[in-house]
Nanobody, 126 residues
Framework: QENLVESGGGLAQAGGSLRLSCAASGRTFSTYSVGWFRQTPGKEREFVAA????????YYANSIEARFAISRNNAENMVYLQMNSLEPEDTAVYYCAAGDPQTRATMRSATSYRFWGQGTQVTVSS
C-alpha cells in the first residue's frame, strides 16, 4: 500500500517555473512505476510524465515538449516534476500516481496506476 502526498503547487506567471513533489510512505515504492497526471474541470485526467520502476525510461506527453522533467529519489521515497516555461494551458490539478505499468502505452494510461495522491493545484497566469 502506498500513500502519496503532493506538494509544491501554487500560482505562477507564464514563463515561470514550479517544482512539484510527491512523498510516498510505503516500503515498496522503489518497485513501482510513477507518473504525473493533470486534470481540469469537465475533462478526463491527462497524462503528463512517467518514470518506470527501475528509474530508467521516462515518458512525456507530446504537449509538454521538453518543458517538464520527472525525477525520483527511491532512497527518500520522493518523486518530482520540474515544470519550466509554464503556460496558462498548464493550469490544472496535478496528481502523482504509482503502480505497475511497464510499457510505453500503459505508462500513459491512468487506469494502469493503483495509488493516487490527493492532487495539488497549479495555476498559471498570462
Amino acid at each position: 500500500q502506498e500513500n502519496l502526498v503532493e506538494s509544491g503547487g501554487g500560482l505562477a506567471q507564464a514563463g515561470g517555473s514550479l517544482r512539484l513533489s510527491c512523498a510516498a510512505s510505503g516500503r515498496t515504492f522503489s518497485t513501482y512505476s510513477v507518473g504525473w497526471f493533470r486534470q481540469t474541470p469537465g475533462k478526463e485526467r491527462e497524462f503528463v510524465a512517467a518514470n518506470i520502476w527501475s528509474g530508467g525510461s521516462t515518458y512525456y506527453a507530446n504537449s509538454i515538449e521538453a518543458r517538464f522533467a520527472i525525477s525520483r529519489n527511491n532512497a527518500e521515497n520522493m518523486v518530482y516534476l520540474q515544470m519550466n516555461s509554464l503556460e496558462p494551458e498548464d493550469t490544472a490539478v496535478y496528481y502523482c500516481a504509482a503502480g505497475d505499468p511497464q510499457t510505453r502505452a500503459t505508462m500513459r494510461s491512468a487506469t494502469s496506476y493503483r495509488f493516487w495522491g490527493q492532487g495539488t493545484q497549479v495555476t498559471v497566469s498570462s
